[in-house]
């Protein structure tokens, strides 16, 4: 399967997965964000991922026409940390090779990445000058010539998906690991995001609901693994208090690539 | 939006459209073929869909390689019928040019379609000569000098999507218009289907289990139509029948894309 395809099999194989807590899947929608707006970004993306698979394109550039093709629906930025990793993916076509790509990443990949927020609603620290919503943040960053790389080095404390840039795609390569530990499809997606859910604390979670909401949310997903609440619950209960753990779900596209590209079976 | 997305957002929303009785939908598997495989067949036909909208290739290679790049995973051939209409359709543009390109296919066309064939199992009349599962079908089409539009007259009487060629895609005009009458998005793709299967004997469902069904399906969707039994009610009726109305989806996918083209709002 080529890599762009891929990608976009990713994109709608995490978004059809269910029961998948907390997030939009088969069986659930956001009031908002349907499960069509998720799968349109993925059709809707393909022209600019097959261009990131022939090469010779940049980085930040492939993101803002990803973000501006997918931008045209209502329901939101389904898939803007997706497409933070799933670009170097796909342009790298491995791990190995997107984690080269991302260190050498340049000002105006930066200034590329800032002018993709002007189309979104993406939340960052409302104090940082790096804000993406501070019309002044790309006049910093080529002030202080930062490459997009180094974006991603400023906001990897705060941010799960920047960190993958800087960590060698740590969690998209565990979360292949366990899609093949899993067996095949469907119920390895969903149990991979359960072990990813009960392990690592979603930095969009704690972005909006702060970093206990977090923690209570991996110890229910603790639960769940163990067996003592159901996936329905689970579920419930994140649905209820307005918790999508969004990041993990962005990894877990990136996971799903790698795995695909690794021999792993989506069709079971 | 392109006519290549255009096609491949019709295949996605009328899958994932709910509840669509008797056939696959966000909320229905088939014990074979799931909603991933229909999703996945959407995003495999990207590259031909783009190479059918960029132009200079014959409709008969283009479905030929349309049924090889879908007929990958284990849920077969879920866009048979559809790439038949699509694909004239997207190299067309819209249906005034489809309808003359189908006049226009040649013999090359038709032994493309039918060397697709080997790939599928797709159904037709067993003492047919023009079978595809005879193997002498391709010799018999060159003797004759058939062209792809001549295989589809030829089997127009029993197939109502190979009449769509020769009727001016009127179905598909007639789904486009209703999906219009409808509103928008995911209700008007269901009201539109249910009003097609009311008034329309699906051909796929004649040559699977007869004409008596047909109409008897016919009839449940206008007492469906008519709210004296409720559209889940119609579907388990189907589903436990083994029925499903697969050549009226086909059509469906036609018409949406057809609508979409002419301002229709998928996003509601």
């Known amino acids: 399967m080529e890599p762009a395809i891929r990608a976009q099999m990713a994109m709608m194989l995490e978004v059809t997965a269910y029961p998948k807590p907390g997030n939009v899947d088969r069986c659930h929608d956001y009031p908002s964000t349907h499960l069509e707006h998720f799968l349109a970004s993925a059709i809707l993306a393909g022209p600019t991922l097959h261009r990131a698979q022939e090469g010779g394109v940049a980085i930040g550039e492939l993101f803002r026409e990803a973000i501006a093709a997918t931008n045209v629906h209502s329901g939101g930025n389904t898939h803007f940390g997706a497409f933070i990793l799933l670009i170097p993916l796909v342009v790298g076509r491995d791990i190995g090779g997107a ?3 991302v260190r050498a990443t340049t000002v105006q990949d930066a200034v590329d990445f800032y002018e993709s927020f002007d189309l979104t609603s993406v939340r960052m620290h409302k104090t940082d000058p790096l804000d993406v ?5 790309t006049e910093i960053i080529r002030e202080r010539g930062l490459s997009l790389f180094d974006i991603m080095v400023h906001s990897a404390p705060t941010d799960m998906v920047a960190r993958e840039w800087t960590d060698s795609f740590r969690l998209t390569r565990k979360g292949a690991d ?4 899993h067996g095949s499809g469907r119920k390895a997606i969903v149990a991979t995001f359960l072990e990813m859910l009960a392990s690592e604390p979603d930095t969009f979670v704690i972005k ?3 970093r206990e909401v977090a923690l209570e949310v991996m110890s229910l997903a603790q639960e769940a693994k163990a067996g ?3 996936l329905e619950m689970l579920d419930q209960r994140l649905v209820s208090k ?3 753990p969004g990041s993990l779900a962005d990894i877990l ?7 695909l590209g690794e021999g792993w079976e989506w069709d079971s």
Request: aromatic share 4%; charged share 20%.
């Open 253 to 259: 596209i990136a996971s799903i690539y790698v795995a």
């Open 242 to 244: 307005g918790i999508n």
């Open 208 to 210: 909006k609901h702060g």
């Open 99 to 101: 984690a080269r790509l």
């Open 228 to 230: 003592k609440i159901t």
């Open 178 to 181: 366990l899609l093949k530990q």
């Open 133 to 137: 919503h501070n019309p002044r943040a």
